[in-house]
């Protein structure tokens, strides 16, 4: 035998080894949520404009859930239900509140020295925390939006051990920044601190200046999820939370083939004059830059699935792919024109189901049946416990709730028994979302909907109007008055978050 069919022989029982001890341990996990793509921006879901082809192959060889609802129709607060197990009316992040502190000055710019959202409440444990407290390696890429610079919710604070990406939504606006977020336990880092892009600070953030910047952030922060699954052995489960910040506004990126591929595509085009407070530079070509932030997202997802499958990780870990919310009208974006099928009615910050049903793909090949298109109703704060449950973590309430809160919320049902077929999948009584920017709210009982917007009920049968376009809150208003028992029961004030209950 020559030394290359060694080689090979010795990979291919390196591999076998490899796999076979991946099998015998707690399964890993990677949580791919990106940012502001909507129920009909993906191949396997009706999209005809865009091409998703490692989607539309993640959602053949998985399983692909129809009834799948964010935590809130926005970034932050969509975060905290997944990170927390709670819906809105629970957990303490519900809206997008921003802190920015002082000012550093970076080549031609300048940023606050601190920049960040509402912390998340220390007193109630986090996903990443528990995960972390059972033996699991954990990562996080992407948007955190759980607490600014040097609070007391940061990801060195609340169980992750590798990060690098957006501490501050707001920063991630600019997809050329100054500066991302980094922090790595094994390299004795002590706190989140900044890395900054030189390749883009000698240049303004705004104007034809911005073009000459070249440090993708998108790009980057995949790079650095990619490298922490090549450090993963088969000796220590891993958790990673990819929180891509594609396709977000601004419509900004690489003009390589990618791009180019949609070069003369649309019909139409759409011109966006930028919006310098809000960080959105301006384009000309608004669909086929969201179009190609799209793809470049699925080649993201691609790359993830292959990685796993070349080191032998691929039938021992669970891969979630899904959206924060649904899509955004920012930057020079038009949902309005991809929604191919004007099959939901609402947009991001809405409480209709446009607003906050979102993709949702699941794949553990050998595990999750293949080609499974499911319609089981889930929520972000379902989460917690699949994982927990997934891991092999009892009475994960029981042991994690908080004894110093008086009620220490946990609103998620385990959807395992429908992801690996074993067990009896439980239901819930409703779903429930409240959003203080819009001042909605909305329930969800088996297919009856009730939205509310400042106080005003409105009630659609999913079943027969899924574009919730026929209020029939008259004719039946003793669901109506039942959904609202559970608005008030399931509510809990909050002083930064406000929103008006149903009259």
């Known amino acids: 035998m020559n030394n290359n069919k060694l080689l090979l022989f010795g990979c291919g029982l390196l591999a076998s080894a490899t796999a076979q001890a991946q099998e015998a341990q707690k399964p890993n996990i990677i949580y791919i949520m990106c940012d502001d793509l909507g129920y009909a921006d993906v191949g396997c879901y009706g999209q005809q404009y865009i091409s998703t082809p490692n989607l539309d192959r993640m959602a053949a060889e998985g399983m692909q859930f129809t009834q799948a609802y964010a935590g809130s129709p926005v970034s932050a607060p969509s975060r905290a239900s997944f990170m927390t197990g709670q819906h809105t009316g629970h957990t303490h992040v519900r809206g997008n509140k921003e802190y920015r502190f002082g000012s550093i000055t970076y080549g031609k710019t300048t940023d606050p020295t601190a920049t960040g959202q509402e912390p998340y409440d220390t007193a109630h444990v986090i996903l990443p925390e528990i995960m972390k407290a059972n033996g699991y390696n954990t990562g996080m890429f992407g948007k955190w939006a759980g607490g600014y610079e040097g609070s007391i919710s940061t990801p060195d604070k609340r169980g992750i051990d590798e990060y690098y990406g957006f501490m501050c939504q707001f920063q991630a606006h600019l997809y050329y920044p100054n500066f991302l977020n980094s922090y790595s336990r094994a390299a004795g880092d002590t706190e989140v601190t900044r890395d900054i892009l030189e390749n883009n600070i000698e240049y303004q953030m705004h104007g034809d200046d911005y073009k000459n910047r070249k440090d993708y952030s998108a790009d980057i922060i995949h790079n650095k999820a990619m490298a922490w699954i090549d450090k993963q052995t088969a000796d220590t489960p891993f958790f990673g939370i990819f929180t891509y910040t594609l396709p977000h506004a601004e419509l900004a990126q690489p003009e390589d083939s990618i791009f180019k591929a949609y070069q003369g595509t649309f019909c139409t085009e759409k011109t966006f004059g930028g919006d310098a407070p809000s960080r959105y530079n301006p384009t000309n070509c608004a669909h086929q830059q969201f179009a190609a932030m799209v793809t470049r997202l699925d080649a993201y997802v691609g790359e993830v699935l292959d990685k796993l499958k070349s080191k032998g990780f691929d039938k021992n870990t669970l891969v979630i792919f899904t959206s924060d919310n649904g899509p955004h009208t920012e930057g020079g974006g038009d949902p309005e024109y991809f929604n191919t099928e004007k ?41 917690m416990p699949t994982f927990c449950d997934l891991a092999g973590i009892d009475n994960y309430i029981e042991k994690y709730s908080n004894p110093r809160l008086a009620n220490d919320y946990f609103d998620g049902l385990s959807f395992a028994p429908t ?60 669901i109506v008055n039942n959904m609202k028992d559970i608005i008030k029961r399931e509510h809990t004030n909050s002083s930064l978050f406000q929103v008006t209950l149903p009259k």
């Open 343 to 383: 099959l939901l009615d609402g947009t991001k910050r809405s409480t209709k189901e446009g607003g906050i049903r979102v993709p949702f793909i699941a794949w553990w090949p050998g595990t999750v049946e293949a080609g499974n298109v499911n319609d089981h109703q889930l929520a972000f704060y379902d989460l």
């Open 419 to 478: 992801l690996t077929g074993n067990g009896e999948q439980k239901k819930h009584d409703f779903l429930y979302w409240e959003f203080h920017e819009t001042n909605m709210m909305a329930v969800r009982v088996d297919d009856w909907k009730l939205v509310v917007k400042d106080g005003n009920c409105s009630l659609y049968d999913l079943s027969t109007d899924l574009h919730e376009d026929n209020n029939i809150a008259s004719q039946h208003p003793d």
